[in-house]
């Protein structure tokens, strides 16, 4: 379903570094024109979920985002066209 979708792992990841890496790589997306993109935090304490959450409501880039269906581990992003 997602095999064409740029992705982030964050697996093993800080916070903080977490919060730049998502920034950097909705910023890379928007210049490449990708418009979905995957967040892979994992599920773990949820501490990276709740700051990529955290960080891409925030974003005014970002028209929604919401947890994928099949796996619970990966927030699904849509990046406002504007």
Known sequence: M???????DLH????D??????NEFI??????GNYK????????TGI???ETHNV???DARIKKFYIDF??????VVEIDKR
């Open 12 to 15: 093993g990841e800080t916070r």
């Open 17 to 22: 570094t977490a919060r730049i890496l998502i």
């Open 70 to 75: 099949f796996n619970i581990g990966c927030t």
């Open 2 to 8: 997602f095999n064409n979708i740029p992705k982030l």
């Open 48 to 50: 990276i979920k709740k």
């Open 27 to 32: 910023s890379d997306n928007i210049k490449l």
């Open 37 to 44: 993109v995957l967040i892979i935090h994992g599920i773990g």
């Open 56 to 58: 891409l409501r925030k």
